[in-house]
């Protein structure tokens, strides 16, 4: 008769498990490490990050997207967080930080209730109930405003504290103006406002220009430098011979034949770009390569022509000119062409580019964003993207909260008073998650060196007399936030909050981890366990490992 206390091996015998609350606890302890690492950078005041890869680039940035992105993420739930933060860059192009430090603490909050014994499953729904009112609440504490005033308040907000107040008030009036622009319909694509970096200058030297910028110049100087009344060609077909796909052998008896085969290769190219010239274009763009020769033809017919433009750029000279990208030079015609009153190439410092201005169709423009070295650029053009991401979602939403901490702090009373209300256990969980979103007013404070015990009790007793109290974390102060300015787009605060929620709910319903034999080491896991990723003791209740 078999032994019945023999183990049944089911998974490979190099596989780690960790089992309910090892397993809770493991995930739970990436989620809250993830957080505190980046929980610094939150605010006004806070710390930068330099980031540096194997090719020694280095990003310096406080920027929580910006952050993640660049790290290389290995543990399973962390990446689950790092999601969430992409999530919010897509869908608003801030507030990533604010999203994954309320993750983490409300995994915290989770924990503590998980030690008391109360059930994941419980706390789950507690979480859920919260959620819904915070819903509520934020539509109830939201205002309705959507004047260029606000919006450059909304676009100060989110771009103080990213390094250059000094410059902040030219950059917000750069963003409200950039959106403006291409808003069509209370709608804004984001992807029609192009922010080209220019190292060399100061941040005043910043601009916006009213069209497509394009980061080349002409394909050889012999061209025109300057296009008016332009009519705008955009090819996706190569003009150029296309090489042989197979070897061939061509046979010459006569020397002559030499010439003849070079002079039928050069008809060839000439009526490509006769085609170009028979269409009535006078600029072309052309994503693909153009052969030197017709470069040389193009210059005599005193044709503009750049080669190799990205596709985010044809696509923005297609909705800002009017022209349709073509396949073939064959379909060259002047129904497809676009306009712009005029075309140009202009240096700026060391940088060549192409103006492509008063254009058919203005719903496109760009800004060129000047600093002194590529370091200061590109950490500027980050904070540009915040701020285009929140001007963009006030436009389109029309409301907004006030910031500072504010409207956490007024979540996470009303989530008391509304706990209160609720029987059972699911009341302790509601009240831990009010709990969890008083960390954005806590971490603010802690950043700017100040103590966040005592503004936490200084903001609650305001609350009590306005909602509209936050903390103005320079002058150390609890404040008027709405009168000082400091908002923020309620699809901000709704994203963030949802997102860490959701993402907390799927940690905390994993009770059973199965992982290859490396996985967990190399992700940072310290599993306290044995060598076979079990709880010491093998499973619970005697039974025989799963190995």
Same mark, same amino acid.
Do not use: C
């Given at each position: 008769m078999a032994n019945v206390n023999q183990p049944i091996y089911i998974l490979p015998e190099d596989t780690q498990r960790f089992l309910g609350r090892d397993a809770q606890r493991m995930n739970i302890l990436a989620g809250k490490v993830?957080?505190?690492?980046?929980?610094?950078?939150?605010?006004? &005041?806070?710390?930068?990050?330099?980031?540096?890869?194997?090719?020694?680039?280095?990003?310096?940035?406080?920027?929580?997207?910006?952050?993640?992105?660049?790290?290389? =993420?290995?543990?399973?739930?962390? &990446?689950? =967080?790092?999601?969430?933060a992409k999530k919010q860059e897509s869908v608003v192009g801030d507030g990533t930080t604010t999203a994954v430090i309320i993750a983490g603490e409300l995994l915290a909050k989770a924990e503590e209730l998980l030690d008391e014994g109360i059930h994941s499953s419980t706390i789950i729904l507690g979480y859920r109930d919260a959620l819904s009112k915070v819903y509520e609440i934020l539509n109830h504490i939201s205002i309705d405003a959507k004047d260029k005033e606000t919006l450059l308040k909304v676009a100060m907000t989110a771009i103080t504290g990213k390094g250059f107040d000094y410059g902040k008030k030219q950059?917000?009036? @750069?963003?409200?103006?950039?959106? @403006?622009? =291409?808003?069509?319909?209370?709608?804004?694509?984001?992807?029609?406002?192009?922010?080209?970096?220019?190292?060399?200058? %100061?941040?005043?030297? %910043?601009?916006?220009?009213?069209?497509?910028?394009?980061?080349?110049?002409?394909?050889?100087?012999?061209?025109?430098?300057?296009?008016?009344?332009?009519?705008?060609?955009?090819?996706?077909?190569?003009?150029?011979?296309?090489?042989?796909?197979?070897?061939? &052998?061509?046979?010459?008896?006569?020397? %002559?034949?030499?010439?003849?085969?070079?002079?039928?290769?050069?008809?060839?190219i000439k009526d490509?770009?006769?085609?170009?010239?028979?269409?009535?274009?006078?600029?072309?763009?052309?994503?693909?390569?153009?052969?030197?020769?017709?470069?040389?033809?193009l210059s005599k017919a005193g044709i503009f022509a750049i080669k190799r433009v990205k596709k985010s750029d044809i696509k923005r000279l297609e909705k800002a000119t009017g022209a349709k990208l073509v396949t073939s030079v064959d379909d060259l015609n002047p129904r497809n062409l676009g306009e712009a009153?005029?075309?140009?190439?202009?240096? =700026?410092?060391?940088?060549?580019?192409?103006?492509?201005?008063?254009?058919?169709?203005p719903k496109a423009s760009s800004i060129i964003l000047r600093g002194s070295t590529k370091y200061v650029t590109s950490k500027v053009e980050r904070a540009l993207d915040d701020g285009i991401g929140v001007v963009s979602a006030t436009l389109e939403d029309g409301k907004v909260v006030i910031g500072g901490g504010s409207s956490e702090i007024e979540i996470?009373?009303?989530?008391?008073?509304?706990?209160?209300?609720? %029987?059972?256990?699911?009341? @302790?969980?509601?009240e831990a998650y009010g709990k969890a979103l008083e960390v954005v007013p806590k971490t603010l404070a802690e950043n700017a060196g100040l103590d966040s015990i005592d503004i936490l009790v200084d903001l609650r007793a305001a609350h009590d007399k306005s909602k509209c109290m936050g903390l103005n974390i320079f002058e150390g102060k609890i404040i008027d936030m709405k009168e000082a300015g400091i908002i923020e787009p309620q699809r901000i605060k709704k994203q963030a909050i949802q997102s860490a929620t959701e993402v907390t709910e799927m940690i905390l319903r994993i009770d059973d981890l199965v992982a290859a034999k490396g996985g967990l080491e190399e992700a940072g896991a310290d599993d306290g366990l044995d060598n076979s990723g079990m709880p010491p003791g093998g499973m619970p209740g005697g039974m025989p490992p799963m190995m």
């Open positions: 993830l957080a505190e690492t980046i929980r610094t950078t939150l605010g006004p &005041k806070g710390m930068d990050k330099m980031l540096t890869d194997n090719l020694d680039d280095i990003v310096i940035t406080n920027d929580g997207a910006t952050i993640l992105q660049e790290m290389d =993420i290995a543990h399973p739930a962390a &990446k689950m =967080i790092v999601e969430i950059l917000a009036n @750069l963003i409200v103006d950039g959106v @403006l622009k =291409i808003e069509e319909n209370g709608k804004v694509d984001k992807d029609n406002l192009n922010i080209q970096r220019v190292s060399g200058g %100061s941040i005043d030297d %910043s601009k916006i220009i009213n069209g497509v910028l394009i980061d080349k110049g002409r394909a050889v100087d012999s061209m025109p430098k300057k296009v008016e009344n332009a009519k705008i060609a955009l090819l996706k077909y190569p003009i150029e011979l296309k090489d042989l796909e197979s070897d061939g &052998k061509i046979k010459i008896k006569d020397p %002559s034949q030499i010439q003849a085969f070079i002079d039928n290769e050069e008809e060839m490509l770009v006769n085609k170009v010239i028979d269409s009535g274009a006078n600029v072309l763009f052309s994503q693909k390569g153009i052969d030197d020769l017709a470069l040389h033809y009153g005029v075309v140009y190439e202009k240096k =700026i410092f060391d940088e060549i580019l192409t103006f492509v201005e008063e254009s058919k169709n996470a009373q009303q989530l008391k008073k509304y706990a209160s209300a609720i %029987s059972g256990r699911e009341q @302790l969980a509601i």
